[in-house]
């Protein structure tokens, strides 16, 4: 049951958008669009099912392959007009993700990372951000739902240092209102000093995405950051935050082997780093890009579901978990398979 569960799951992260019926009213808390992660720029849902979440994009085409049906919660959804998953709930989001406050301080950024479509929307949804809005956006939230914590991440604008410092900021400030909560970060880092501040302000985990296992693959999405660069401020990171509190991103579709993946796991995890996997979102912001360097692969959900299963058993040997992590990604769920959680 829990492995069918595993596998529907991962069928529905890497499928298309769900169609819902005029006739259902999607609560506003229950709607999100953000703009940084897979879903970048579109109206999405969190459907919560058995445990599981999956934050997908609302699709008003009827024929799309994911529908939802009933007319009251909790709701089911069919596959390919087949049944596929009963007991579905819309589950409120904060800002970004259920249960998390999540920012993006600035969805600019100067690097040009190919696969990324935050700085392809169309208009700067982040602009009117300031420390003191972000906690009285979480403040006024909190009296409505429940948050078991923040995050903050932001494009680069100006310079790694400059952005580093409006995430100090913001952190420090959310810190000071809420002494307890969870914090986690997901900035670009080049200087262990920047680490260190970020620890220093009130931040609990860090997460800096390394995006890809292999160095010639981050050369062509990445053509202007540093892969050695971010091995070492992730190494640095545990130094600072302790092992099981630093993440980071491995995106799966770029031309990668499944042994590229294992052995880049192995190597993360070897110095406490937990590496999460991601499989390449491919829309109409980003395909142009992406097509232009020859990628344009779509992940299965054998090669998901493997690789998920690698990663727990990496994670066990090295004795670290995602259950240590109370930000992010990890703790949201919404967009991969998570070991120790899904499976």
């Known amino acids: 049951m829990e492995e069918d569960l595993t596998s529907k799951k991962a069928t529905f992260i890497l499928g ?16 999100s669009r953000s ?33 939802l049906a009933g007319f009251h919660s909790p709701y089911s959804i069919t596959y390919r007009n087949e049944p596929f998953l009963d007991e579905v709930v819309l589950e409120p989001i904060v800002f970004h993700s259920p249960e998390q406050a999540f920012f993006n301080l600035d969805q600019r950024c100067m690097y040009n990372c190919k696969f990324c479509t935050s700085p392809l929307l169309e208009k ?18 909190m009296r409505e ?44 880092i080049d ?14 985990e860090m997460k800096i995405n390394l995006e890809t296992p292999r160095e010639d693959i981050f050369k062509k999405v990445c053509p202007e950051l ?3 660069l971010i091995i070492e401020m992730l190494k640095e990171s545990v130094k600072v935050f302790g092992a099981g509190k630093v993440t980071t991103n491995l995106i799966l579709g770029m031309g990668e082997t499944d042994d590229d993946v294992i052995e880049c796991m192995d190597m993360l995890a070897s110095f406490g780093c937990v590496p999460g996997l991601r499989a390449i979102r491919l829309n109409e912001r980003n395909a142009r890009n992406m097509k232009a360097i020859g990628i344009s692969e779509r992940v299965d959900r054998d090669r998901t579901i493997r690789l998920a299963h ?34």
Not at 16 to 31: E, H, K, N, T
Not at 53 to 66: L, M, Q
Not at 124 to 139: A, P, Q
């Open 16 to 31: 298309d958008d769900v169609y819902i019926p005029q006739w259902v009213l999607i609560p506003f808390r229950c709607m």
């Open 35 to 67: 703009t940084a992660g897979p879903g970048a720029g579109k109206r999405s849902v969190v459907f919560s099912f058995n445990g599981m979440r999956v934050k997908k994009g609302i699709s008003f085409n009827s024929e799309s392959e994911f529908k």
């Open 124 to 141: 700067d949804l982040t602009k009117s951000l300031t420390d003191d809005k972000i906690v009285g956006m979480i403040r006024d939230r």
């Open 145 to 188: 739902q429940k948050i078991l914590s923040a995050a903050v991440t932001s494009g680069v604008v100006g310079s790694v240092r400059e952005t580093v410092d409006n995430i100090v900021s913001c952190v420090t400030a959310i810190r000071k209102e809420f002494p307890d909560m969870p914090i986690g970060v997901e900035p670009y």
């Open 191 to 204: 200087s262990v000093d920047q680490i260190v501040a970020l620890k220093d302000a009130g931040a609990t």
């Open 226 to 228: 540093d892969y050695s």
């Open 310 to 343: 690698a990663q727990k058993e990496i994670l066990s040997r090295y004795g670290l978990t995602t259950l240590t992590f109370r930000t992010m990604c990890f703790e949201c769920g919404c967009c991969d398979l998570v070991p120790f959680r899904d499976l």
